[in-house]
Nanobody
Framework: VQLQESGGGLVQVGGSLRLSCAAS????????MGWIRQAPGKHLEWVSG????????EYAESVKGQFTISRDNAKNTLYLQMNSLKPEDTAVYFC?????????????????WGQGTQVTVSS
């Protein structure tokens, strides 16, 4: 199993980034997927999850209305569109595979993880 995130970087407050996660080594559309982040010195924070077909989506309250998760099962790719970025969004963002079709919100329930991509929002 491989999960490879990309799209992170340095952005100013109010800017946007689109993260991608390319998946391989498993049947992508058999599993829900999620984005989890870790800010410096803080615990892992679940950000968003999407079920296997993309028609069930959940967000953490901290990003609701700001981030949009999506997936393209034909391309085995997960996305996270991040708008109106704030300094508190600075973190390493990980994509991860849920243990089943359905969204889970506890980071510890995710099975496979990418290596993460750094997002830094500067003020």
């Amino acid at each position: 199993v491989q999960l490879q995130e990309s799209g992170g970087g340095l952005v100013q407050v109010g800017g946007s980034l689109r993260l991608s996660c390319a998946a391989s080594g498993f049947t992508f559309d058999d599993y829900a997927m999620g984005w989890i982040r870790q800010a410096p010195g803080k615990h892992l924070e679940w950000v968003s999850g999407i079920n296997w077909s993309g028609d069930s989506i959940e967000y953490a309250e901290s990003v609701k209305g700001q981030f949009t998760i999506s997936r393209d099962n034909a391309k085995n790719t997960l996305y996270l569109q991040m708008n109106s970025l704030k300094p508190e969004d600075t973190a390493v963002y990980f994509c991860a595979t849920a243990p089943s079709h359905w969204v889970v919100v506890d980071p510890e329930d995710y099975v496979f993880w990418g290596q993460g991509t750094q997002v830094t929002v500067s003020s």
